[in-house]
Nanobody, 122 residues
Framework: QVQLVESGGGLVQAGVSLRLSCAASGRTFSSYAMGWFRQAPGKEREFVAAINRSGGRVYYADSVKGRFTISRDNAKNTVYLQMNSLKPEDTAVYYC???????????????WGQGTQVTVSS
């Protein structure tokens, strides 16, 4: 069992940066690949970024590639999402999730946080 708690969301202007954190409980954090997803109002939840267990491999959605960076600190049981050059279309609730598989497929993620709101004004 893994419990995930996101933090770091907020209301920001376009062009600025924001860093999300996701703290995981338990001693098995390093056994899981981690992902970030987001859901905008009226839209389906979509993949943003994934990182494998060691942190040596990362994968991004095309919409955030070059602007967002996913990283993890297994000693702190935490995964991060650094978001730069934010755009109004990045506005969404952001969720972190844990999976036994390094993947972008939402259905393979077993554990989810409660989400943190990111709102980007123009």
């Amino acid at each position: 069992q893994v419990q995930l708690v996101e933090s770091g969301g907020g209301l920001v202007q376009a062009g600025v940066s924001l860093r999300l954190s996701c703290a995981a409980s338990g001693r098995t954090f390093s056994s899981y690949a981690m992902g970030w997803f987001r859901q905008a109002p009226g839209k389906e939840r979509e993949f943003v970024a994934a990182i494998n267990r060691s942190g040596g491999r990362v994968y991004y959605a095309d919409s955030v590639k070059g602007r967002f960076t996913i990283s993890r600190d297994n000693a702190k049981n935490t995964v991060y999402l650094q978001m730069n050059s934010l755009k109004p279309e990045d506005t969404a609730v952001y969720y972190c999730a844990a999976s036994r598989t390094y993947t972008e497929r939402i259905g393979t993620y077993d554990y989810w946080g409660q989400g943190t709101q990111v709102t980007v004004s123009s």
